[in-house]
């Protein structure tokens, strides 16, 4: 969604298709190493707040040294989906909305888009045993 962002020329819908391939890409290569190297931390759901169509779980995980309040902001769709995670009171969402409208003020979406190819390509995911991709887990 490009809500709260204001461009001087519209994206084309092929842009907006690479700009979202390659945050889905930095998403995948920031993140999921990260939740795949959680071992032995102890995750407490506390509750859940369910409207229908939006849900937020609130859950601490503890890692021995400290504990992290990590709410999943959800959409059902065909099925429940991950669309926010807020981490801290810092939602991931508004975070890079805030960043992308910083560069927006001063550049263009294709500068924005450039950046974002750069910067996704050039974080690497760690991958597990017995695969080579993001996309095969």
């Known amino acids: ?55 937020e779980i609130y859950t601490h995980v503890d890692t021995g040294k400290s504990v992290i309040d990590i709410n999943y902001r959800m959409q059902k769709t065909e099925d429940w989906r991950v669309y926010d995670v807020v981490v801290e009171g810092t939602s991931l ?6 960043q992308f409208k910083r560069i927006l003020r001063k550049d263009s979406f294709a500068e924005l888009s450039k950046q974002l190819r750069d910067k996704s390509s050039s974080i690497k995911a760690p991958v597990p045993d017995g695969s080579d991709t993001a996309k095969s887990r």
């Open 1 to 55: 969604r490009w809500d709260g962002i204001f461009f001087v020329d519209l994206p084309t819908p092929e842009e907006q298709k690479e700009f979202a391939a390659n945050f889905q890409t930095l998403l995948a290569n920031t993140y999921i190493g990260r939740i795949e190297a959680y071992s032995g931390e102890k995750v407490q759901y506390l509750k859940e707040l369910n409207d229908g169509e939006y849900a």
């Open 93 to 98: 969402v508004l975070n890079y909305r805030e």
